[in-house]
């Protein structure tokens, strides 16, 4: 099959030939037929990264009718950036169709700008649920002519915590609309949006339930946790023309990362929740162009990324869920490329990824950080190779030529060779000249599935016990509440004691030394999307739920109104 055979405009098959496109991907050539010239609702089930942007897009292009100005086509997906993505594939894909207009909606950015855009006439509208909400409260969107509506990462929108505005969304469009779910997985949330909105669906599902693409590798190097940073350089150093995502855990880390990496020279920068609409802007561009080759992201400013020629992940911290891992990986080995993916880990953490490995039925290489030696002699190879395949034109250095060889005149070819060497190797053999080994041995976990060892014994006198407003319902386990409380309060983890998770809130223990610490610290702090209350509980026999804690629905967040997606 070739996109020739779908039916598609010449428009659009001229356009699809200049980008490259040869041959429809799977999702694609399932979904194509259908959906250009069926009636029916939709669902495709495919991971995330394999050409679902044009299996939608481009029967959405081919049904616009240029005459009206009315939302024809809503898209809905769960982040800016990849509102912004779909927005630029499609004006890619319709280029040469007349009259087109697609305008991006979402949170960060001008909204008197996007409201300019919808009265100037836009057919297809990509939109967060956040700032279409808006745009509806404001009637400066009108859905009551929406023909289709795409929800696109639609179990992302639901692990988002947008539920609530997909709903609303919905029930202002036409009840006679064509509703195409496409989505990596069908939990029940999912299922339950299928069920209420979707009447008789084609079903195409690829892959059955989330797996990580099989073009994936996936390494483990485990080292203590002073050696952590140390442990990252020297997988970028050994790695010449790495193009990476590094996760870690929060914002405060991922900050820091990216600073102590661009001290050193690295082309690095940050992407995280506390950056300005026009600083995420900027990064993003650097990083698509390549001037960024290591971008320090946290995982929920990473939701929606979509960069194609990504090589490396690297989890410098490991995720809590396997399919936060499942979710980090498919950064990499996009539109049939291969890929690499790194964890880091203690000793206590290896019981963790072998979690990972059941949930998501793949296995780790456990491997050796490299030595200073290898690392050295990676480099120079690298630079050996950029320099016998860099293109010289002799014309247009002839006449510096001369100079040139005047001031090198004295030097015999050794020296010369030296000379280069040093000047561009220095750092690597300060760095590594004496470098020891930081590989750690590989023994079991200690302290549960988190590997967490705490001093301080359950119900041991002089404990003081607190409460805290999240609980199962939330996804929290024992290992994001004690980084919470380290990460606020400044405490070490050793500090922590018991920690009991119940539907909706918990309680843990801290050592009575580094109780006025969390009191000070842990006042209203934000986390995963929302503001966390934690205070005093008193002793266990007459504990209770305390009184006049404001009832928070568990999974209802939105990030996106948060950091202005």
């Not at 859905?143 to 947008?162: P, Y």
């Not at 780790?364 to 290898?374: I, L, S, V, W």
Request: hydrophobic share 40%; charged share 25%.
């Amino acid at each position: 099959m070739d996109f020739k055979t779908t039916g598609l405009r010449a428009e659009l098959l001229r356009a699809l030939e200049e980008l490259g496109f040869d041959a429809p991907m799977p999702i694609q050539a399932a979904a194509l037929p259908e959906l250009l010239n069926g009636s029916r609702d939709f669902i495709g089930l495919a991971q995330t990264g394999t050409g679902k942007t044009a299996a939608f897009g481009l029967p959405l292009l081919q049904r616009v009718d240029t005459a009206l100005k009315n939302p024809q086509s809503v898209i809905l997906c769960p982040t800016r950036e990849l509102c912004l993505q779909i927005t630029e594939d499609l004006k890619g894909y319709g280029r040469y169709l007349p009259r087109i207009r697609v305008a991006a909606v979402y949170g960060g950015a001008s909204i008197a700008h996007q409201i300019r855009q919808l009265r100037d006439g836009s057919q297809i509208v990509v939109a967060t649920p956040g700032r279409l909400i808006d745009l509806m409260q404001r009637r400066a969107v009108d859905l009551s002519h929406t023909a289709t509506c795409v929800l696109d990462e639609a179990d992302e929108m639901l692990n988002m915590g947008f539920q609530e505005d997909i709903d609303r969304i919905l029930k202002q469009m036409p009840a006679n609309r064509q509703t195409w779910l496409f989505s990596a997985t069908m939990p029940p949330a999912v299922a339950a949006i299928a069920q209420t909105y979707l009447d008789d669906p084609y079903k195409v599902s690829l892959g059955g339930r989330r797996r990580i693409a099989p073009n994936i590798t996936h390494a483990c190097y485990v080292m203590n946790e002073r050696h952590r940073y140390q442990g990252l350089k020297r997988i970028i150093d050994f790695t010449p023309g790495i193009f990476g995502l590094v996760f870690c855990r929060t914002r405060r880390e991922t900050q820091s990362v990216a600073d102590a990496l661009m001290q050193e020279g690295y082309p690095a920068d940050a992407l995280h929740g506390d950056l300005g609409q026009a600083q995420r802007d900027h990064v993003m561009r650097k990083f698509r162009q390549q001037s960024i080759r290591l971008l320090v992201a946290t995982d929920v400013a990473a939701r929606g990324l979509d960069v194609d020629a990504i090589s490396h992940i690297i989890h410098y911290n490991l995720p809590d869920d396997p399919d936060i891992y499942t979710h980090r990986s498919g950064r990499t080995a996009r539109a049939g490329r291969s890929g690499v993916s790194i964890a880091l880990s203690t000793p206590r953490e290896v019981g963790r990824l072998r979690t990972m490995e059941r949930a998501n039925a793949m296995r780790f290489e456990f491997k050796k950080f490299p030595n200073g030696r290898a690392i050295c002699e990676r480099q120079l190879d690298g630079f050996v190779d950029r320099i016998v395949e860099t293109p010289v034109d002799p014309e247009a250095f002839a006449s510096y030529l001369p100079a040139v060889s005047q001031a090198l005149a004295g030097l015999d070819r050794e020296e010369l060779i030296l000379r280069f060497m040093a000047a561009d190797f220095n750092r690597f053999f300060k760095d590594y000249r004496e470098a020891g080994d930081i590989n750690a041995a590989v023994r079991p976990a200690a302290g549960g599935p988190a590997g967490i060892r705490r001093q301080v014994r359950p119900d041991a006198p002089g404990a003081q016990r607190f409460f805290i407003n999240v609980g199962r319902l939330d996804k929290i386990n024992e290992g994001a509440i004690v980084r919470l409380v380290c990460d606020h309060s400044g405490i070490r983890s050793q500090q922590i004691g018991r920690i009991e998770l119940k539907r909706e809130f918990s309680f843990f223990e801290v050592a009575s030394t580094a109780a006025d610490q969390v009191r000070r610290n842990l006042k209203d702090v934000p986390f995963d999307g929302r503001r966390v209350q934690v205070r005093d509980a008193g002793n266990k026999r007459s504990l209770g739920k305390p009184d006049r804690v404001r009832k928070v629905r568990p999974g209802i967040r939105h990030p996106e109104r948060r950091v202005s997606a």
